[in-house]
């Protein structure tokens, strides 16, 4: 599976944006999709996950703000994010797992990352 990420930008605390994660390969639906973050000097972290049967997982931080979803038909996963904050700002990476974990050992297939950069 190969992924591409986009839909990344600068916009002002409070605001919204949403990452899309388009998949090539036949099995796209069959994988978890996991979004995680990273910022300079700091480990990758998990933000969030979605199974191939729709269950999603979130980190703490991001719960009530974060949304997953996923058209298997279109073979792409997005991460809707409102209520934007400053310590939302980070390089976002979608991945594809087996399963859905928050351990990024357990995702096999990588994108390249989008920047989200929010204003104060």
């Known amino acids: 599976v190969q992924l591409q990420a986009s839909g990344g930008g600068l916009v002002q605390a409070g605001g919204s944006l949403r990452l899309s994660c388009a998949a090539s390969?036949?099995?796209?639906?069959?994988?978890?999709l996991g979004w995680f973050r990273q910022n300079p000097g700091k480990e990758r972290a998990f933000v969030g996950a979605i199974g191939w049967t729709g269950l999603t997982r979130y980190v703490d931080s991001v719960k009530g703000r974060f949304t997953i979803s996923r058209d298997n038909a279109k073979k792409t996963a997005y991460l809707q994010m409102n209520s934007l904050e400053p310590e939302d700002t980070a390089v976002y990476y979608c991945?594809?797992?087996?399963?859905?974990?928050?351990?990024?050992?357990?995702?096999?297939?990588w994108g390249q990352g989008t920047q989200v950069t929010v204003s104060s």
């Open positions: 991945a594809a797992s087996s399963a859905v974990s928050s351990t990024t050992d357990e995702y096999r297939y």
């Open positions: 390969g036949r099995t796209f639906s069959n994988y978890a």
